[in-house]
């Protein structure tokens, strides 16, 4: 059984010595990592949203920004920030246990076929991304070793601590390639404008930092997505007739 005592204190050390300071090249290779002209095909997927607005949960701008605040709250909060803080963490100490852990923890929390599917196709694209770059990690040199499956966070935290960007901005940036791939799903399926994207994009740009800031605190007992509405909009949307994303 795995020591989460240990994996917490590494975390704890490690996220206390993280400088908020980025610079240059870290914050260029940042905006790469989140760019959506990312060749990873991210574009394809809608994190249940697509089901959202088909089950008439979500009709229009302010029923959005409500959506996704509540998935940021009780989703990304309380699973993706925290543990990507973790792997960047595991993936510091060249600790290639501790990185199997955490992706295996992220795959037990997808709730639907679409769901865990989406984390394991976008984490073997960038990975084959990183390939074609000469990025990928070296265990004979020191790193961790990348899991059988890796999910997208997984790989997301070895590039980010590749990159040598600190932990917060990891999680800002994380968070801010979510939001950005939200709106570009709604903007798509909803429709939503693009002038109304960008008022969300100021609405939630707040809620962000917040996120992050409570992300850094929880301990690993607290953590775990809470999102039962999203997890059965999901699992229906496997069956949906018509639809433009895989999930």
Not at 95 to 115: F, K, P, Q
Not at 151 to 156: D, E, I, Q
Not at 169 to 181: I, K, V, Y
Request: aromatic share 8%.
């Amino acid at each position: 059984m795995m020591d989460t005592t240990t994996l917490t204190d590494r975390y704890n050390e490690y996220s206390s010595q993280s400088s908020n300071a980025i610079d240059d090249l870290a914050l260029l290779g940042l905006m790469q990592l989140i760019s959506p002209a990312l060749p990873i095909g991210a574009f394809a997927w809608s994190q249940g949203l697509e089901s959202a607005f088909e089950l008439g949960w979500v009709n229009n701008e302010h029923e959005l920004g409500e959506w996704l605040i509540g998935v940021l709250n009780d989703g990304l909060t309380r699973c993706e920030l925290p543990v990507l803080a973790r792997l960047q963490t595991c993936w510091a100490h060249g600790d290639s246990e501790g990185v199997a852990y955490w992706n295996d923890w992220i795959h037990a929390n997808r709730e639907s076929a679409e769901l865990s599917d989406e984390d394991i196709r976008l984490g073997l694209a960038l990975v084959r991304l990183l390939d074609s770059l000469g990025l990928q990690p070296k265990p004979d040199q020191s790193d961790a070793s990348l899991p059988d499956e890796p999910g997208y966070v997984t790989v997301f935290a070895w590039t980010a601590h590749q990159r040598r960007i600190p932990l917060r901005q990891s999680l800002l940036g994380f968070a801010w390639a979510w939001l950005e791939n939200q709106l570009a799903v709604a903007c798509k399926a909803l429709p939503l404008g693009h002038t109304a994207a960008q008022r969300l994009n100021e609405q939630l740009r707040p809620h962000l930092v917040t996120a992050v800031d409570t992300a850094l605190e929880l301990n690993d007992a607290q953590l775990g997505p809470i999102l039962p509405s999203l997890a059965l909009g999901s699992a229906q949307h496997e069956t949906q007739y018509s639809r433009l994303f895989r999930s």
